[in-house]
């Protein structure tokens, strides 16, 4: 086998990898209350691999009631090494229709109410996400699009909103004005935890439809949305087979392995040990006398 555990979280329209292998749902417990659902275990090949479907199996949770940090907290707890995040997304460039494929790299964080980090009072800690994404994983990610038969770009800046409702007009022509390219409702927190958690993390978003930016065009349906969900998480199951079985056997170090080496600034002797304790998979590692 490789060195290689790669999470993969399935947003709107994946649900399911066909290819996976010695496939087995398993529960896992977090301090952090429950996560979307079992974790589905695996194998691709000489890769392991650990689904969770983001909003639960017949996509039951809507995106502010997604317990992002159980789901880090739990996919680090499975043994997850990396994490490879798919996501339904709108498009806010013409050039990004619906039916492409784009690997993420920066992202503007418009949500509100949740929860956005696993540290707080009596233990606090500050990560760098100047550059968000993990460079190696992405680019793994773009290479397994192509391979998958998907159309792709790279290197686009993500929105992400609250919801559940989608953009006025006004919002959308102003996130455009911002420099966003696409728009979405999951990856934020998302990201942020993963980071805490020093599991290298990529997004791979797949656009469904144009927001509601063009003046000259309606509004978004979901009856189209699902409509091109149903194409993309085709395409998505191949993209995740061709990703593993492309890495290398050797899982090559990340920087991000390490961030919380510096990023903790409260000293061992005044910190609580009740959140020091709920913490022992995302920083244990740097926790542990």
């Known amino acids: 086998m490789t060195d290689w555990t790669i999470g993969i979280i399935g947003g709107s329209g994946l649900y399911a990898i066909d290819a996976l292998e010695d496939a087995a749902w398993r529960d896992v417990e977090t301090p952090w209350g429950a996560p979307s659902d079992q974790i589905l275990f695996g194998r691709i ?4 691999l650990r689904f969770l479907p983001r909003h639960g199996r017949g996509h039951r949770i809507p995106p502010s009631e997604v317990n ?9 707890r499975a043994g997850c090494t990396d994490l490879l995040a798919v996501s339904s997304i709108g498009s806010l460039r013409e050039e990004l229709e619906p039916g492409r494929f784009v690997v993420v790299d920066q992202f503007i964080d ?7 980090s696993f540290f707080g009072t009596g233990l ?13 994983l992405s680019a793994f990610a773009a290479e397994a699009i192509k391979a998958a038969g998907g159309t792709m770009a790279k290197d686009a800046t993500y929105l992400a909103m609250e919801g559940p409702q989608f953009s006025t007009r006004a919002e959308s022509m102003m996130y455009r004005q911002w420099g966003a390219d696409v728009i979405g409702m999951t990856a934020m927190p998302e990201a942020r935890l993963a980071r805490e958690a020093e599991l290298p993390y990529a997004l791979v978003g797949m656009v469904t439809d144009y927001d509601c930016w063009r003046e ?3 509004f978004v349906e979901v009856a ?13 199951r191949r993209l995740i087979e061709t990703f593993a079985r492309a ?10 392995d390490r961030v919380l080496d510096h ?14 304790a709920k913490l022992d998979a995302v920083a244990g590692r740097v926790l542990r006398p």
């Open 124 to 136: 606090v800690a500050h990560v760098s996400m100047a550059e968000p994404v993990c460079p190696r």
């Open 216 to 218: 000259e065009a309606g």
């Open 45 to 48: 090949g000489d890769v392991h």
């Open 110 to 116: 418009r949500t509100v109410g949740r929860p956005a």
């Open 224 to 236: 189209e949305v699902i409509e091109q969900m149903t194409v993309n998480g085709t395409i998505a």
């Open 263 to 276: 990023a903790i600034i409260t000293p061992s002797s005044a910190r609580d040990p009740v959140l020091a």
């Open 68 to 76: 992002a940090r159980a789901n880090i907290d739990a996919l680090k």
């Open 247 to 256: 890495l290398p056997a050797g899982r090559t170090a990340s920087p991000l």
